[in-house]
């Protein structure tokens, strides 16, 4: 049996693992000391135990603890790891950043999931409600090996497997790749875009458009420019569509914007992440 220490599983991320790893056979110790996080874990009937009792036996070490904080906790769990186990951290930007110890004699995986697609077909209502994925919406999620045998890597698919479940597919990525994808697709432009047009909801609303109005409009809007733009439909928009975002592109974006996704802006972009 792979025994499992998860740090942070009374957290945001770490709930969501802990859900569902307790539906798993897997042995799982949880380790968590904020007084909110041990509060999660107790109301889900959760014991905790200390690294020292857990660490130098378990198989796979997971880090869900937030970015500002992995470099401090890893420098002092990752000595106490076993050789031959598999460290998992949630996200690129510490591993990225080097906020990870190396150690040889241990392997290192990345996993993050995709979250369900805006065009995931799910029977429920809950899972269809299921926004985050982990539940009950299918997702995919992206693994990379960081450093170590191929072993680690399918050891870190069949941990992330059963912790993102349920999970649809498994894209295989490096870390810079990932890197690439979260921050700087995701958080870095389409998060930020995203947050420009809820600007302009609410501008619309305090200067007296219906709220239900407009927020019918955009996010109906939404979804036909995504399904066009992606793939999921075949049409086009207007004429008049298309001169008006030619016109509007330079206005709302610099030019060289693209530089987001070249390694040393992302090595910034992770850099602010992962320090106080």
Not at 136 to 145: D, E, F, T, Y
Not at 172 to 189: N, S
Request: aromatic residues 6%; contains cysteine.
């Amino acid at each position: 049996m792979t025994i499992i220490t998860l740090v942070g599983a009374g957290g945001k991320m770490g709930c969501r693992l802990t859900d569902n790893f307790i539906k798993t056979a897997y042995q799982v110790h949880y380790l968590e000391v904020s007084p909110r996080g041990l509060e999660n874990l107790r109301k889900r009937g959760i014991t905790t135990t200390t690294a020292t009792a857990s660490l130098p036996d378990s198989d796979v070490v997971i880090l869900a603890v937030p970015d500002v904080a992995i470099g401090a906790v890893a420098q002092e769990l990752v000595p106490l790891m076993r050789p031959g186990a598999l460290l998992m951290t949630l996200d690129p930007a510490a591993p990225l950043d080097q906020q990870l110890p190396l150690r040889e004699d241990i392997g290192c995986v990345i996993a993050h999931p995709c979250h369900p697609s805006v065009f995931n077909w799910e029977s429920t209502e809950p899972a269809f409600r299921d926004f985050y994925g982990g539940i009950s919406a299918k997702q995919a999620i992206v693994v990379a090996l960081m450093w170590g045998a191929e072993h680690y890597y399918q050891l870190g698919v069949e941990v992330s497997t059963a912790m993102y479940a349920p999970v649809s597919r498994v894209h295989r990525v490096t870390l810079e790749q990932m890197a690439m994808l979260e921050p700087a697709l995701v958080e870095t432009l389409a998060q930020t875009c995203m947050e420009v047009v809820k600007e302009g909801h609410d501008r619309l609303v305090s200067a007296g458009v219906p709220p239900e109005a407009v927020r019918d409009f955009v996010l109906g809007h939404l979804r036909i420019q995504i399904a066009v733009l992606f793939g999921e439909v075949d049409g086009t928009f207007s004429d008049a569509a298309y001169k008006i975002s030619k016109r509007a592109k330079p206005v709302l974006f610099k030019e060289g914007w693209q530089k987001i996704f070249e390694l040393p802006d992302i090595r910034e972009q992770v850099r602010d992440i992962t320090r106080k």
